[in-house]
């Protein structure tokens, strides 16, 4: 935020998780803000995630690479319009990269390329429960790039929904990202504080980019 008086540092939230404030400086967020307006469009756009046995997800998702469904991931959007899925472009790809090399060091960078996007959109009211990001079939670190409105980002541990957690407030511009011991570790964002966003920003709630290696 500009004008804080002490700078957010870079946090270790849990072994292997790391939360980098302030990560993308304004230009960054807004290119990548673009970006996420053409994702969202047909076909194979922005939707709203059933999951089985009723209900739906409150945060709605566009994927890229390979689309996620409950619970899995398929080439097109199988439980959307049934559009193929748009394609991983190379640029998240040396993003996610940097993220890790950043936060966990260059020595956590993955071999196998990162290959998957998931864009969460929360509107207003919208959260995410506890959960843990467990399709893929790799153990390569998660990387987590918000913009927009600021949130409470609940950090817990691989065994439990529950305590012991962290949590951390993630605002446009922060990288979270989350291997090692703690890649399985239950998260969720219980909070989003609406009208959070920097002004000017031109986004009205937040995103959140979530980058992945299949391992598929
Ligand atoms: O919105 C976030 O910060 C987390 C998103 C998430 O956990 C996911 O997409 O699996
Ligand atoms: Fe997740």
């Known amino acids: ?23 993308l400086d304004a230009e960054a967020q807004r290119a ?5 307006r053409e994702w969202a469009r047909p076909p194979a756009g922005l939707r709203t995630v059933r999951i089985p046995g009723g209900g739906t997800m409150s945060a709605r998702q566009v994927c890229l690479g390979r689309h996620w469904y409950p619970y899995g991931y398929a080439p097109t959007a199988v439980d959307g319009d049934g559009a193929p899925v748009k394609p991983f472009p190379d640029r998240l790809g ?28 929360y509107g207003p009211g919208a959260r995410m429960g506890m959960h843990r990001d467990a399709d893929e079939h790799a153990d390569a670190p998660v990387v987590s790039v918000s913009l927009g409105d600021t949130c409470v980002f609940r950090f817990g541990n691989p065994g439990t929904r529950t305590r012991p957690y962290t949590d951390v407030t993630l605002r446009s511009g922060d990288l979270f990202v989350f291997g090692g011991p703690s890649r399985y570790a239950y998260h969720g964002v219980p909070r989003v504080y609406e009208g959070t966003a920097p002004a000017g920003s031109g986004l009205t709630g937040r995103l959140n980019i979530t980058l992945r290696v299949s391992g598929l």
């Open 94 to 121: 040396d993003l996610a990269r940097r993220a890790v090399a950043d936060t966990l060091g260059a020595h956590e960078v993955p071999e196998a390329p990162y290959d998957i996007a998931l864009v969460n959109f």
């Open 32 to 36: 990548l803000l673009d970006a996420c």
């Open 1 to 23: 935020m500009d004008g804080e008086l002490f700078p957010r540092a870079p946090a270790r939230i849990a072994p292997g998780a790391v939360h980098h404030p302030d990560w």
